[in-house]
């Protein structure tokens, strides 16, 4: 038997509040994750220079990993595109490593701890250097325009389609763990196959604008009115509640159980109930409502 109206507009209701109490919820989780990945590797698998420090050394090589032509191809390989979205991807990486960001990345780096170790951890150096790169995404997509938000927004709801149950569930609830996990690090190259050639420039796009939004420090976030964020709630759960109906009513139950304790979830369901919530925001197309619907997942602040 399926829910009645009433419980299908709780179950819908639940999710809305699952989703506010946890801002990392099925979004904004991964914005960063291309940033520099692969020349943080080449870094990792480098011996020191003695005349440098090792700040020094990886901003050098990060410059030269992306004016080097024969650097930037290893690079570049690793991601098995088709050659149209290489040359994106490319044009990213040139753009990406400005001198502004480069000092802001090192510094950001520094101040985690990367390169202080005398005997590196390197699983630990790229973990922390990959999540790092990540929360400086994370923190400049409110300080984005709409479209912006919306690329990312495109980015993270295929992302979570393409990782297994256990590493979704981490997604999901925001394990600080996630970014240790292989299937992570390598997750661009599979979701960028997915996108196209459009949505992947202007992912990209969105990205560098995010990283400099936050190196120059003086750009405000996006916020919330009161009547928008309430309006934004109301917007989601009625999209869940539709969404809802169309599920058999194991499938409901499976998604309402794990929204009650997503820590303790089976990986599936707490993956399935991530996919929920971006299907039923990406459900709702009025670009003015979804702005608002995007920004509230986020976490943007009211004013």
Known sequence: ME??????KSQALSLVEKVKQDKKVAIG???GAVLFVLAIVVFLASGPSKPKTPQEQFRALLSQAVNNDSNLNKILNGFKLDEDKLEIVRDHYKKMFDDELLDFYV????EQGVF??????KKRAFATAFKTMNDIAVEGILKTSAQEREAFFNYNKTLITTLSPRTCKMYVIG??????EREMQTSSSRV???????????YLAAQRAAAHSVAKGNIKSATL???????????LESANEKQMQQLPVFKQKK????????????PMDACDFGKFVYKSADSITDPADREIVILNLLGAAQQ
């Open 3 to 8: 829910f009645k109206k009433d419980e299908l």
């Open 29 to 31: 989780v991964i914005a």
């Open 192 to 202: 960028f196959k997915k996108m196209t050639k459009e949505q992947l420039e202007a």
């Open 107 to 110: 510094k950001k780096l520094d």
């Open 225 to 235: 009115t009161k009547e928008q964020a309430e309006k934004a709630g109301s917007l």
């Open 116 to 121: 202080k170790a005398k005997n590196l951890d």
């Open 175 to 180: 394990d600080p763990r996630l970014f240790a």
């Open 255 to 266: 998604i309402a159980n794990a929204a009650s304790d997503l820590t303790r979830a089976m």
